[in-house]
């Protein structure tokens, strides 16, 4: 044990990650990397169209090519709320009668190499003929429209309002009304290992035995068997290491569909592992949200409401298990963001475009609700004279007011908000910055300041997503803890690790609450023969849900420990206690490898009645299931280059508060990462169409990621809040360092530009757009 874990236990202990060592030593085992004997590989013949009806597919070889018609009874993937005004699209794993965007999947060419696949995928004719396309989320509600989908009046997933206080008389009575337009653009997930793969029927176990790369292989099992039409006993699903998914690999897709169909028709091993053109081409997109906001304040900088439309483009279909609703309603909720107002009035639209659809994405709609409130705070705060940092504050849910229903129906639970926010203000020195803009810099280059605060919503439970008419409703998570013969400990849970750390921080709980090292403690996930039921990694739920779950489990099972142990001491139970991996009596102890070595193979030294084996598995929903808020505020200082519109990241400072860290090196590098990624959304990443529906951005040529060259120092401050109503305290975090860098850094430049008067109304702010707003600020 470490020092610190003697005299605290293992919460809150910054162990070193379990599963990096083979990480480090490239031993992991992804989907790549899995061998099967007489494998066929798979390359997609992809539509080259954005819309059109499909004619014929030529195939220069039946036996290896296939199409539509070889699948007459494969199910499509159904994805959507249960709402009644959602109209759904269907979205068949190869394309029937019509392609909806450029990459879905028309046929499949199988072959021992991929190499060999994609030249048989070269000698396939697919007639189409063209239809106009619909890449506008505006333009395609316009009446004249191309229509998309059969059904489709206007080319809308659906419409809705979110509505609340009386955003008339807000409106007639305001003395400041600010309107402006925000968009945020289109992105691709980009995990490190891409999607992929591979299927077979094990003869043996008489089932389809499929290793995929995902977020949650009980979930997509649900989905694929509804697709494939199999029962579910006969589907095993295996996620093996998952290289990230960041929302990505938290649907089902047709590729998936596609290669056990082929598996089953075959009856051989077939794999499909994607590239990166087909990731940024075909696979779950994000972001494209579209902002109108007008924002009603008093000239005294105090927010009174907030009325807005926002569009969603979804692209062409909806996704299982989530439709692509989620965004609109997120976003719409969010948008008033951590800040108190009285009325709220909020128009969505869920817009069906020829584009690939969009899936949920670290953070999902908040960085786009995020961005647009924080600029418009910004923009108010410039509008009135008054220090943007300061509007913040004074309208800032304060820690007394704990916990606040806000205007939006979040509830948020506890914290110090204006706390954090004046946490980095001091770290970034802000009086300091001021006087350094204005003493200016030697090479011309103009230094600005953006902050933005966020709130980001965890471990929300069946209320939440029952309310969001989810089809599948994560309302609780599962854990079994074994007690194995020798004392050591197996953890099977059903939530999946893909980066997250979750084998080192559930088995520091279990450590915890049994007083093992967590190194005698073996994490288990990503097999639904092996675990019970989950609805895996997503939403920032883990910690929260399976972390209660694994301290239920454990709990119980050291329980009976004691039981056993004050047994064996003869000894009374209350006067037993757990630690340092044995249980103490008034007259010795006996170690827990000698406890479980009686509860699984000497039954006779049992207390009489007791049922053998430590074996106990628990499940944990909490009781307040509207979420636990994690926040925080984020300070960008950049430097930009008005000539040339390139901006730098001087320094990055933030504020969060995720109640207690169960390791507070994960969280860390949880926060990281989610910056980076926000740096990406803000100053690089983007997936453009052209007017034909044409993806611009299908290599990393194109696409921008940011690197390590590219992101500044982070300064972390955490402020611990513990959350009533969780295991420990905790909040969960995985999100929010990428919820707030959009709007911090697009504030700093537009901040450091204000000498212009040219302001930033788009992500990823590419130093064209900065350039181009400059130049349109001087009239050039
Ligand atoms: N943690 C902690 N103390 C807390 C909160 C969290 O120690 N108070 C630790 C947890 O133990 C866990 C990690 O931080 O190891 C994240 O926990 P949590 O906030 O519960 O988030 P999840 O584990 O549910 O992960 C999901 C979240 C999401 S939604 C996305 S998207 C995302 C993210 O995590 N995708 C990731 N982080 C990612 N990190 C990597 N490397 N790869 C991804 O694909």
């Avoid at 043996?204 to 509804?226: F, K, Y």
């Amino acid at each position: 044990m470490s020092a610190d874990a003697d005299t605290q236990g293992w919460v809150g202990v910054r162990l070193l990650r379990k599963e990096d060592r083979r990480h480090l030593l490239g031993a992991s085992t992804f989907t790549a990397d899995v061998r099967v004997p007489g494998l066929l590989e798979v390359a997609f013949v992809r539509s080259q169209f954005a819309h059109g009806r499909l004619g014929a597919v030529a195939k220069p070889d039946g036996a290896r090519v296939f199409s539509a018609e070889d699948f007459p009874h494969l199910k499509p993937i159904d994805g959507g709320p249960e709402l009644p005004s959602f109209r759904a699209a269907p979205y068949h794993a190869f394309a029937r009668d019509k392609v909806h965007f450029v990459g879905q999947i028309v046929a499949a060419c199988l072959a021992p190499t991929r190499a060999q696949a994609e030249d048989l995928a070269d000698q396939v004719g697919v007639e189409v003929d063209a239809l106009p396309a619909v890449v506008d989320t505006v333009e395609a509600l316009a009446p004249g429209a191309a229509i998309l989908h059969d059904g489709f009046p206007d080319n809308a997933f659906i419409h809705a309002t979110v509505t609340e206080g009386d955003i008339a008389a807000v409106a007639a009575a305001a003395p400041v009304a600010l309107r402006r337009t925000f968009r945020m653009n289109r992105q691709a997930t980009v995990s490190l290992e891409g999607r992929g793969v591979l299927a077979y029927w094990d003869h043996r176990l008489d089932e389809l035995v499929v290793t995929l790369s995902t977020q949650g292989a009980h979930v997509m099992r649900i989905g694929l068997a509804m697709a494939l039409g199999l029962p579910e006993h006969k589907l095993h699903l295996i996620a093996p290491d998952v290289g990230g998914g960041f929302g990505g690999k938290n649907r089902l897709m047709p590729e998936e569909v596609a290669v056990c169909a082929l598996a089953l028709k075959t009856g051989r091993p077939v794999r499909w592992i994607e590239d990166r053109r087909e990731h940024l081409m075909a696979s779950v997109h994000c972001r494209e949200h579209h902002y109108d906001i007008t924002l009603y304040a008093t000239r005294e900088g105090r927010l009174l409401g907030l009325k807005g439309e926002v569009h969603i483009d979804a692209g062409a279909y909806s996704l299982w298990p989530s439709g692509p609703f989620m965004e609109a309603s997120m976003a719409a909720r969010n948008l008033p963001g951590p800040y108190q107002m009285q009325a709220l009035h909020v128009e969505t639209h869920t817009v069906a475009t020829s584009k690939a659809p969009m899936g949920p994405y670290r953070g999902v709609a908040r960085p786009g609700a995020c961005f647009a409130i924080e600029r418009a705070v910004d923009e108010l705060a410039h509008a009135i004279g008054m220090e943007p940092a300061e509007v913040r504050r004074i309208n800032l849910v304060g820690p007394h007011q704990m916990p606040y229903r806000t205007i939006g129906g979040m509830q948020l639970d506890s914290g110090d908000y204006p706390q954090a926010l004046e946490r980095v203000r001091e770290m970034v020195d802000l009086a300091a910055l001021r006087r350094r803009q204005q003493a200016g810099e030697d090479d011309g280059r103009r230094i600005g300041v953006g902050f933005a605060v966020y709130t980001e919503q965890s471990g929300h439970g069946a209320a939440e997503w029952t309310k969001r008419k989810s089809r599948i409703v994560p309302g609780y998570e599962s854990a079994t803890a074994r007690m194995l013969p020798d004392g050591t400990l197996l953890l099977l849970v059903g939530i999946q690790n893909h980066g997250q750390g979750l084998e080192t921080s559930l088995a520091q709980i279990a450590a915890q609450e049994l007083s093992l090292d967590p190194h005698a403690i073996s994490v288990r996930y990503g097999d639904t023969a092996l675990t019970p039921f989950g609805f895996g990694t997503f939403a920032s739920r883990s910690i929260v849900f399976s972390g209660g779950a694994v301290a239920r489990a454990t709990r119980a099972l050291a329980d009976k420990a004691r039981r056993i142990g004050a047994h064996l001491l003869q000894a009374d139970v209350a006067d037993t206690r757990l630690a340092d991996g044995a249980v103490h009596g008034p007259n010795g102890k006996v170690s827990l490898a000698e406890i479980a070595r009686a509860a699984n193979v000497r039954q006779e030294f049992l207390p009489a009645g007791m049922p053998p084996l430590l074996d106990e598995t628990a499940t944990y929903e909490p009781e307040e299931s509207g979420g636990f808020f994690s926040y925080g505020a984020h300070a960008a200082v950049v430097a930009v280059d008005p000539e040339t519109g390139v901006t730098t990241t001087l320094d990055y400072a933030i504020a969060e508060d995720c109640g207690t860290m169960i390791n507070p090196m994960i969280v860390d590098g949880q926060i990281i990462g989610g910056v980076a990624q926000g740096i990406g959304t803000a100053l690089y990443e983007e997936i453009p169409y052209d007017a034909d529906g044409q993806p611009l951005a299908t290599t990393f040529g194109d696409y921008m990621v940011p690197c390590a060259p590219e992101l500044p120092a982070l300064r972390i401050h955490h402020l611990v809040t513990p959350a009533h109503g969780t295991e420990y305290g905790v909040k969960g975090m995985g999100e929010g360092g990428a919820i707030a860098p959009p709007a911090a850094i697009a504030n700093a430049v537009s901040d450091a530009l204000r000498d212009f008067g040219a302001r930033i109304w788009e992500t990823p702010l590419t130093p064209r757009r900065v350039s181009d707003a400059v130049a349109a600020a001087c009239g050039d």
